[in-house]
Protein backbone atom coordinates (compact mmCIF):
# COMPACT_ATOMS: atom_id res chain seq x y z
CA UNK A 1 0.00 0.00 0.00
CA UNK A 2 1.47 3.28 -0.89
CA UNK A 3 2.17 6.18 1.97
CA UNK A 4 2.36 8.87 -0.40
CA UNK A 5 -0.63 10.79 -0.73
CA UNK A 6 -0.64 12.72 -4.18
CA UNK A 7 -2.68 15.97 -3.48
CA UNK A 8 -4.32 17.74 -6.91
CA UNK A 9 -6.45 20.66 -5.29
CA UNK A 10 -9.63 21.65 -7.75
CA UNK A 11 -9.31 24.93 -9.21
CA UNK A 12 -13.41 25.10 -9.70
CA UNK A 13 -14.61 25.57 -6.38
CA UNK A 14 -18.27 24.60 -4.98
CA UNK A 15 -20.55 27.30 -3.84
CA UNK A 16 -21.32 26.46 -0.22
CA UNK A 17 -24.96 26.19 1.07
CA UNK A 18 -26.53 29.61 2.35
CA UNK A 19 -28.07 28.45 5.29
CA UNK A 20 -25.66 26.15 7.15
CA UNK A 21 -28.93 25.43 9.94
CA UNK A 22 -30.75 23.56 7.01
CA UNK A 23 -28.17 21.30 5.65
CA UNK A 24 -30.27 18.17 5.72
CA UNK A 25 -28.34 14.68 5.37
CA UNK A 26 -26.50 13.91 2.59
CA UNK A 27 -27.34 16.26 -0.04
CA UNK A 28 -24.15 18.25 0.14
CA UNK A 29 -20.44 17.14 -0.96
CA UNK A 30 -17.27 18.97 -0.63
CA UNK A 31 -14.67 20.04 -3.04
CA UNK A 32 -12.09 16.96 -3.01
CA UNK A 33 -12.67 12.75 -2.25
CA UNK A 34 -9.75 10.75 -1.67
CA UNK A 35 -9.27 7.52 -4.36
CA UNK A 36 -7.24 4.61 -4.07
CA UNK A 37 -6.73 1.82 -6.38
CA UNK A 38 -6.11 -1.66 -5.93
CA UNK A 39 -4.79 -4.49 -8.08
CA UNK A 40 -3.88 -8.34 -6.94
CA UNK A 41 -0.07 -8.05 -8.57
CA UNK A 42 0.53 -4.02 -6.49
CA UNK A 43 -1.95 -4.16 -4.24
CA UNK A 44 -3.33 -0.99 -3.13
CA UNK A 45 -1.45 1.77 -4.48
CA UNK A 46 -1.71 5.18 -5.89
CA UNK A 47 -3.29 7.16 -3.26
CA UNK A 48 -4.82 10.83 -4.36
CA UNK A 49 -7.05 13.72 -3.21
CA UNK A 50 -8.37 14.80 -6.15
CA UNK A 51 -11.38 17.67 -7.31
CA UNK A 52 -15.01 15.82 -6.48
CA UNK A 53 -16.17 14.06 -9.60
CA UNK A 54 -18.15 10.95 -11.17
CA UNK A 55 -16.36 7.69 -10.85
CA UNK A 56 -15.53 6.31 -14.48
CA UNK A 57 -16.91 2.01 -14.28
CA UNK A 58 -17.19 -0.30 -16.89
CA UNK A 59 -20.97 -1.11 -17.28
CA UNK A 60 -19.79 -4.57 -16.63
CA UNK A 61 -17.97 -3.63 -13.08
CA UNK A 62 -18.29 -6.21 -10.73
CA UNK A 63 -19.60 -4.07 -8.03
CA UNK A 64 -22.85 -3.51 -10.08
CA UNK A 65 -23.88 -6.42 -10.65
CA UNK A 66 -23.00 -9.03 -7.51
CA UNK A 67 -22.41 -6.05 -4.72
CA UNK A 68 -19.44 -6.51 -3.41
CA UNK A 69 -18.76 -3.27 -1.83
CA UNK A 70 -18.71 -2.49 1.84
CA UNK A 71 -18.69 1.77 3.51
CA UNK A 72 -18.71 3.53 6.73
CA UNK A 73 -19.96 6.45 8.48
CA UNK A 74 -17.87 9.00 10.71
CA UNK A 75 -18.02 12.63 11.31
CA UNK A 76 -15.59 15.03 11.83
CA UNK A 77 -16.42 18.55 14.47
CA UNK A 78 -14.87 21.97 14.67
CA UNK A 79 -14.40 22.61 18.34
CA UNK A 80 -12.75 25.41 20.01
CA UNK A 81 -9.56 27.51 19.15
CA UNK A 82 -11.06 26.53 15.67
CA UNK A 83 -9.79 22.97 15.98
CA UNK A 84 -10.91 19.76 14.25
CA UNK A 85 -11.50 16.50 15.63
CA UNK A 86 -12.72 12.96 14.80
CA UNK A 87 -15.28 10.98 16.99
CA UNK A 88 -13.28 6.89 17.58
CA UNK A 89 -12.06 6.55 13.52
CA UNK A 90 -10.19 3.65 14.60
CA UNK A 91 -13.29 2.35 15.59
CA UNK A 92 -15.01 2.61 12.03
CA UNK A 93 -11.81 1.58 10.46
CA UNK A 94 -11.10 -1.64 12.27
CA UNK A 95 -15.13 -2.44 11.41
CA UNK A 96 -14.00 -1.17 7.69
CA UNK A 97 -11.41 -4.26 7.55
CA UNK A 98 -13.90 -6.36 9.46
CA UNK A 99 -16.59 -5.92 6.77
CA UNK A 100 -13.92 -6.17 4.01
CA UNK A 101 -12.98 -9.89 5.42
CA UNK A 102 -16.22 -11.05 5.21
CA UNK A 103 -16.96 -9.40 1.45
CA UNK A 104 -13.81 -11.09 0.18
CA UNK A 105 -12.18 -7.73 -0.08
CA UNK A 106 -8.27 -6.91 0.78
CA UNK A 107 -7.84 -5.34 3.92
CA UNK A 108 -6.28 -1.52 4.39
CA UNK A 109 -3.89 -0.51 6.72
CA UNK A 110 -5.48 1.54 9.24
CA UNK A 111 -2.77 3.35 9.88
CA UNK A 112 -3.27 4.90 5.97
CA UNK A 113 -6.73 5.36 6.07
CA UNK A 114 -6.49 7.16 9.28
CA UNK A 115 -4.37 9.32 7.28
CA UNK A 116 -6.90 10.00 4.42
CA UNK A 117 -9.08 11.00 6.08
CA UNK A 118 -7.13 13.44 8.49
CA UNK A 119 -5.39 15.07 5.28
CA UNK A 120 -8.65 14.70 2.90
CA UNK A 121 -10.43 16.64 6.06
CA UNK A 122 -7.98 19.37 6.13
CA UNK A 123 -7.68 19.68 2.35
CA UNK A 124 -11.31 20.48 2.96
CA UNK A 125 -11.29 21.86 6.34
CA UNK A 126 -13.56 25.43 5.16
CA UNK A 127 -16.36 22.71 4.63
CA UNK A 128 -16.81 21.64 8.30
CA UNK A 129 -20.34 23.53 9.60
CA UNK A 130 -19.95 25.57 13.22
CA UNK A 131 -23.89 25.88 13.72
CA UNK A 132 -25.13 23.84 16.45
CA UNK A 133 -25.78 20.17 15.95
CA UNK A 134 -24.04 20.65 12.40
CA UNK A 135 -20.78 18.19 11.25
CA UNK A 136 -18.75 16.93 8.75
CA UNK A 137 -19.86 13.44 7.21
CA UNK A 138 -17.16 11.29 6.33
CA UNK A 139 -18.39 8.45 4.11
CA UNK A 140 -15.30 5.85 3.00
CA UNK A 141 -16.18 3.35 0.54
CA UNK A 142 -15.14 0.55 -1.06
CA UNK A 143 -16.08 -1.01 -4.58
CA UNK A 144 -15.41 -4.17 -6.99
CA UNK A 145 -14.28 -2.74 -10.67
CA UNK A 146 -12.86 -5.75 -11.97
CA UNK A 147 -15.18 -5.78 -15.52
CA UNK A 148 -16.28 -9.42 -15.25
CA UNK A 149 -19.49 -11.29 -15.64
CA UNK A 150 -19.18 -13.90 -13.53
CA UNK A 151 -19.79 -14.65 -9.27
CA UNK A 152 -16.50 -14.78 -8.21
CA UNK A 153 -14.06 -11.70 -5.87
CA UNK A 154 -12.90 -9.11 -7.71
CA UNK A 155 -8.92 -8.54 -8.42
CA UNK A 156 -9.16 -4.79 -8.67
CA UNK A 157 -11.11 -2.29 -6.28
CA UNK A 158 -11.26 1.17 -5.52
CA UNK A 159 -11.43 3.16 -2.34
CA UNK A 160 -13.29 6.21 -1.96
CA UNK A 161 -13.94 8.50 0.43
CA UNK A 162 -16.48 11.42 0.80
CA UNK A 163 -17.09 14.39 2.54
CA UNK A 164 -20.87 15.88 3.19
CA UNK A 165 -21.56 18.80 5.52
CA UNK A 166 -24.90 17.63 7.59
CA UNK A 167 -27.05 19.42 9.51
CA UNK A 168 -28.88 18.69 13.06
CA UNK A 169 -30.24 15.00 12.50
CA UNK A 170 -33.30 16.65 14.88
CA UNK A 171 -33.53 20.21 13.35
CA UNK A 172 -36.54 21.14 15.92
CA UNK A 173 -35.00 19.20 18.70
CA UNK A 174 -34.76 15.59 20.08
CA UNK A 175 -37.94 14.01 19.50
CA UNK A 176 -39.29 10.39 19.87
CA UNK A 177 -39.73 8.50 16.70
CA UNK A 178 -42.63 6.08 16.07
CA UNK A 179 -41.47 1.99 15.28
CA UNK A 180 -43.37 -0.73 13.27
CA UNK A 181 -41.68 -4.21 14.72
CA UNK A 182 -41.23 -6.22 11.16
CA UNK A 183 -42.63 -9.69 11.17
CA UNK A 184 -43.21 -10.56 7.46
CA UNK A 185 -39.56 -9.60 6.14
CA UNK A 186 -36.15 -10.51 6.60
CA UNK A 187 -32.79 -8.42 6.91
CA UNK A 188 -30.35 -10.95 8.04
CA UNK A 189 -29.35 -14.11 9.52
CA UNK A 190 -26.26 -15.84 11.87
CA UNK A 191 -23.96 -16.86 9.05
CA UNK A 192 -24.93 -14.08 6.28
CA UNK A 193 -23.65 -10.64 6.26
CA UNK A 194 -25.69 -8.79 9.10
CA UNK A 195 -22.90 -7.53 11.17
CA UNK A 196 -21.47 -6.18 7.70
CA UNK A 197 -21.77 -2.84 6.36
CA UNK A 198 -22.60 -3.53 3.25
CA UNK A 199 -24.81 -2.14 0.25
CA UNK A 200 -26.99 -5.68 0.69
CA UNK A 201 -28.00 -5.20 4.15
CA UNK A 202 -29.63 -1.88 3.42
CA UNK A 203 -31.16 -2.96 -0.15
CA UNK A 204 -32.98 -5.85 2.06
CA UNK A 205 -34.34 -3.67 3.95
CA UNK A 206 -35.98 -1.01 1.66
CA UNK A 207 -39.05 -2.86 1.12
CA UNK A 208 -39.86 -2.67 4.42
CA UNK A 209 -39.10 0.58 5.33
CA UNK A 210 -41.90 1.55 2.36
CA UNK A 211 -44.57 -0.44 4.46
CA UNK A 212 -43.79 1.33 7.50
CA UNK A 213 -43.94 4.67 6.42
CA UNK A 214 -47.09 3.80 4.34
CA UNK A 215 -48.77 3.17 7.58
CA UNK A 216 -47.24 6.30 9.48
CA UNK A 217 -44.15 4.57 11.32
CA UNK A 218 -40.16 6.49 10.58
CA UNK A 219 -38.52 3.14 10.68
CA UNK A 220 -38.84 -0.99 11.01
CA UNK A 221 -37.68 -2.61 13.92
CA UNK A 222 -36.25 -6.21 12.78
CA UNK A 223 -36.50 -9.54 14.74
CA UNK A 224 -34.28 -12.20 14.23
CA UNK A 225 -34.48 -14.45 10.59
CA UNK A 226 -35.26 -17.61 12.05
CA UNK A 227 -38.01 -17.26 15.11
CA UNK A 228 -38.71 -14.12 14.27
CA UNK A 229 -39.24 -13.22 18.06
CA UNK A 230 -35.73 -11.83 18.73
CA UNK A 231 -34.98 -8.21 18.44
CA UNK A 232 -32.23 -7.38 16.26
CA UNK A 233 -31.83 -3.39 14.91
CA UNK A 234 -34.02 -0.89 14.00
CA UNK A 235 -32.96 0.43 10.39
CA UNK A 236 -29.13 2.09 11.06
CA UNK A 237 -29.67 1.88 14.07
CA UNK A 238 -28.80 -0.41 17.52
CA UNK A 239 -31.43 -0.52 19.91
CA UNK A 240 -31.46 -0.31 23.84
CA UNK A 241 -34.32 -0.75 26.28
CA UNK A 242 -34.28 0.47 29.75
CA UNK A 243 -36.65 -2.47 31.76
CA UNK A 244 -37.01 -1.80 35.89
CA UNK A 245 -33.62 0.14 35.72
CA UNK A 246 -31.48 -2.02 33.57
CA UNK A 247 -30.29 -1.47 30.27
CA UNK A 248 -30.47 -4.27 27.19
CA UNK A 249 -29.37 -4.35 23.80
CA UNK A 250 -29.54 -7.10 21.47
CA UNK A 251 -25.86 -9.45 21.82
CA UNK A 252 -23.88 -9.13 19.13
CA UNK A 253 -24.43 -13.20 17.55
CA UNK A 254 -23.22 -12.43 13.47
CA UNK A 255 -26.59 -10.50 11.90
CA UNK A 256 -26.62 -7.25 13.54
CA UNK A 257 -23.89 -4.28 13.35
CA UNK A 258 -21.22 -3.60 16.18
CA UNK A 259 -22.20 0.41 16.07
CA UNK A 260 -19.66 2.81 16.96
CA UNK A 261 -22.65 4.85 19.01
CA UNK A 262 -23.45 1.40 20.51
CA UNK A 263 -19.93 0.73 21.83
CA UNK A 264 -19.88 4.41 23.54
CA UNK A 265 -23.07 3.91 24.77
CA UNK A 266 -22.57 0.77 26.52
CA UNK A 267 -19.23 2.27 27.69
CA UNK A 268 -20.92 5.68 29.14
CA UNK A 269 -23.80 3.92 31.01
CA UNK A 270 -21.19 1.53 32.74
CA UNK A 271 -19.01 4.54 33.88
CA UNK A 272 -22.32 5.90 35.62
CA UNK A 273 -22.74 2.56 37.63
CA UNK A 274 -25.79 1.81 35.68
CA UNK A 275 -26.68 -1.89 34.88
CA UNK A 276 -25.77 -2.98 31.12
CA UNK A 277 -26.38 -6.51 29.60
CA UNK A 278 -25.88 -7.38 25.96
CA UNK A 279 -28.16 -10.69 25.66
CA UNK A 280 -30.97 -12.01 23.47
CA UNK A 281 -34.07 -10.12 24.18
CA UNK A 282 -37.72 -10.99 22.23
CA UNK A 283 -40.66 -8.47 21.41
CA UNK A 284 -42.69 -10.68 23.59
CA UNK A 285 -40.27 -9.78 26.42
CA UNK A 286 -40.82 -6.20 25.86
CA UNK A 287 -44.84 -6.42 25.80
CA UNK A 288 -44.46 -7.71 28.74
CA UNK A 289 -42.17 -5.87 30.80
CA UNK A 290 -44.73 -2.33 29.24
CA UNK A 291 -47.74 -4.33 30.44
CA UNK A 292 -46.28 -4.62 34.11
CA UNK A 293 -45.07 -0.92 33.80
CA UNK A 294 -41.21 -2.16 33.82
CA UNK A 295 -40.22 -0.89 30.14
CA UNK A 296 -38.89 2.61 31.46
CA UNK A 297 -37.34 3.93 27.68
CA UNK A 298 -36.70 2.67 24.47
CA UNK A 299 -33.58 4.30 22.16
CA UNK A 300 -32.21 4.04 19.17
CA UNK A 301 -28.52 4.54 18.76
CA UNK A 302 -25.81 5.29 15.20
CA UNK A 303 -24.03 7.68 13.61
CA UNK A 304 -26.53 9.69 12.15
CA UNK A 305 -29.03 10.68 14.93
CA UNK A 306 -26.64 9.63 17.81
CA UNK A 307 -29.44 8.91 20.07
CA UNK A 308 -32.97 8.54 18.38
CA UNK A 309 -35.38 7.87 21.22
CA UNK A 310 -38.65 5.49 20.45
CA UNK A 311 -42.06 6.80 21.41
CA UNK A 312 -44.43 4.08 20.25
CA UNK A 313 -43.87 0.45 19.04
CA UNK A 314 -46.86 -1.47 16.56
CA UNK A 315 -46.28 -5.13 16.22
CA UNK A 316 -49.08 -7.18 14.87
CA UNK A 317 -51.70 -4.29 14.94
CA UNK A 318 -50.47 -4.29 18.90
CA UNK A 319 -49.72 -0.38 19.55
CA UNK A 320 -47.74 0.59 22.91
CA UNK A 321 -46.29 3.93 24.26
CA UNK A 322 -43.04 4.43 25.75
CA UNK A 323 -42.54 6.70 28.14
CA UNK A 324 -45.68 8.45 27.32
CA UNK A 325 -44.37 9.27 23.66
CA UNK A 326 -41.38 11.74 25.25
CA UNK A 327 -37.23 11.66 25.46
CA UNK A 328 -36.41 10.27 28.54
CA UNK A 329 -34.26 11.69 30.89
CA UNK A 330 -31.65 8.60 30.20
CA UNK A 331 -31.75 9.16 26.30
CA UNK A 332 -31.36 12.97 27.01
CA UNK A 333 -28.70 12.60 29.12
CA UNK A 334 -26.38 10.08 26.39
CA UNK A 335 -27.20 12.29 23.86
CA UNK A 336 -26.24 15.55 25.80
CA UNK A 337 -22.90 13.35 26.76
CA UNK A 338 -22.01 12.09 23.69
CA UNK A 339 -22.31 15.49 21.48
CA UNK A 340 -20.64 17.28 24.03
CA UNK A 341 -17.65 15.23 23.83
CA UNK A 342 -18.12 15.72 20.03
CA UNK A 343 -18.25 19.06 20.23
CA UNK A 344 -15.92 19.57 22.88
CA UNK A 345 -17.98 21.21 25.32
CA UNK A 346 -18.21 17.87 28.00
CA UNK A 347 -14.16 16.69 29.05
CA UNK A 348 -13.53 13.25 26.92
CA UNK A 349 -12.58 11.00 29.69
CA UNK A 350 -12.71 7.91 27.07
CA UNK A 351 -9.75 8.99 24.50
CA UNK A 352 -12.69 8.78 21.86
CA UNK A 353 -11.82 12.15 20.03
CA UNK A 354 -8.59 12.55 17.92
CA UNK A 355 -7.38 15.65 16.72
CA UNK A 356 -7.20 16.50 12.53
Given at each position: ????????????????????????????????MFVMD???????????????????????????????????????????????????????????????????????????????????????????????????????????????????????????????????????????????????????????????????????????????????????????????????????????????????????????????????????????????????????????????????????????????????????????????????????????NITGI???????????????
Open positions: MSYQIKIIETKNKKVKPDNRCKLGFGKYFTDHYNSENGWQDARIIPYGPLELDPASMVLHYGQTVFEGLKAYKIQNGRVVLFRPKKNIQRLNISSERLGIPSMDENVVLDAIRKLVKVDMDWIPTEKNTSLYIRPFVIATDAHLGVRPSTTYKFVIILSPVGSYYPDGLKPVKIYVEDKYVRAVKGGIGFAKTAGNYAASIKAQIEAKEKGYIQVLWLDGLERKYIEEVGAMNVFFKINGEVITPSLEGSILDGVTRNSTIELLKSWGIKVSERKISINEIYEAHSKGLLEEAFGTGTAAVISPIGELSWKGNKILINNNEVGEMSMKIYNQNGIIEDKFDWTVEV
